[in-house]
Antibody, heavy 121, light 112 residues
Framework: EVQLVQSGAEVNKPGESLKISCQGSGYNFNTYWIGWVRQVPGKGLEWMGIIYPGDSDTRYSPSFQGQVTISADKSLSTAYLHWSSLKASDTAMYYC??????????????WGQGTLVTVSS | DIVMTQTPLFSPVTLGQPASISCRSSRSLVHSDGNTYLSWLQQRPGQPPRLLIYKISNRFSGVPDRFSGSGAGTDFTLKISRVEAEDVGVYYCMQATQFPYTFGQGTKLEIK
């Protein structure tokens, strides 16, 4: 069974760094793209970027390029979303999701349960 | 960026009655490989999104057959043949034909 399990909720202050994770199981993690999607409370879905764990090829949405870093550790079957300096506007639920293959044109077939990030002083 | 526009944004439906959601893209979603990467997602209250339909009309594993997708080019539709109580939530269309991937604004389905 394919599963994406995300790390727990975070509460941080503006300016702090943060890395959240998404661990895949039930499939060959290295050969499927993993993406990140933001959902601000009460709002819609926004695509942030994707990474291919096999070679760490990464694509970002222009809206998030330079704001976050997406990475992956093949040995841990885990993808990460990292902020070097959080802002209050980063408060949101973050989902990881899988693309069903090696190409980037597809759809997200499996989703993580979400990680709520709250940034407040 | 490709803009995805859903209508309606709010859909009150009677149990057992059909429901329909439209999604229009600002440019054709036909990929050079001949496929159209338009998918539909359901987000129940307090839950992560769940894939319902991919490549316009293919139901994902475990999705009831009361859900169907249709369309081509820039105009797409999600239909629920008979709405059940568990269908309450927000429905999103999404395109992954071209970067950046984009979502519709979401359509909230509620029971009358």
């Amino acid at each position: 069974e394919v599963q994406l399990v995300q790390s727990g909720a975070e509460v941080n202050k503006p300016g702090e760094s943060l890395k959240i994770s998404c661990q895949g199981s039930g499939y060959n993690f290295n050969t499927y793209w993993i993406g990140w999607v933001r959902q601000v409370p009460g709002k819609g879905l926004e695509w942030m970027g994707i990474i291919y764990p096999g070679d760490s090829d990464t694509r970002y949405s222009p809206s998030f390029q330079g704001q976050v870093t997406i990475s992956a550790d093949k040995s841990l079957s885990t993808a990460y979303l990292h902020w070097s300096s959080l802002k209050a506007s980063d408060t949101a639920m973050y989902y990881c999701a899988r693309l069903p293959g090696v190409v980037t044109y597809a759809y997200f077939d499996y989703w993580g349960q979400g990680t709520l990030v709250t940034v407040s002083s | 960026d490709i803009v995805m526009t859903q209508t309606p944004l709010f859909s009150p439906v009677t149990l057992g009655q059909p429901a329909s959601i439209s999604c229009r893209s600002s440019r054709s979603l036909v990929h050079s490989d001949g496929n159209t990467y338009l998918s539909w997602l359901q987000q129940r209250p307090g839950q992560p999104p769940r894939l319902l339909i991919y490549k316009i009309s293919n139901r994902f594993s475990g999705v009831p057959d009361r859900f169907s997708g249709s369309g081509a080019g820039t105009d797409f539709t999600l239909k629920i043949s008979r709405v059940e109580a568990e269908d309450v939530g927000v429905y999103y269309c999404m395109q992954a034909t071209q970067f950046p991937y984009t979502f519709g604004q979401g359509t909230k389905l509620e029971i009358k």
